[in-house]
């Protein structure tokens, strides 16, 4: 191997479930893989599409810190949910405002978001 590496971790979120019901388990993957992987960890990058930018979002929520910058693609911005939160619930939290500002937590990090006018579900 070169001088540089690459790290890619692209955890699955189990069928039935939603991403931000699993905020904690992801956090603690990435730590496992931080401590034992030689991460440079001012270079960490988030990235999710659909439900996985939800899922993104929540991460960033949880630790503000972690990531160098997010890229959410199609996925609304949701804080961490119960576990056994189910879709409807995740739904709703992109058709509504909201209830934290997330630009005060969240000020500091690079956002890159896309999303398509046509999604009707997001």
Known sequence: LGSEMCFILAPQCPSS???????KQV?????????????DKTRIYGTGLSL??????SVAWESPRLFAAVVPICGGFSRPLPIDSPMATLLGTAKNPPT???RGKLRHLPVWMFHGSKDKTV
């Open 100 to 102: 934290t500002d997330p």
């Open 17 to 23: 479930q939603v991403w931000p019901s699993f905020t």
């Open 52 to 57: 996985g930018g939800f899922g993104v979002w």
């Open 27 to 39: 956090l603690d993957v990435i730590s496992y893989v931080c401590s034992v992987c030689p991460i």
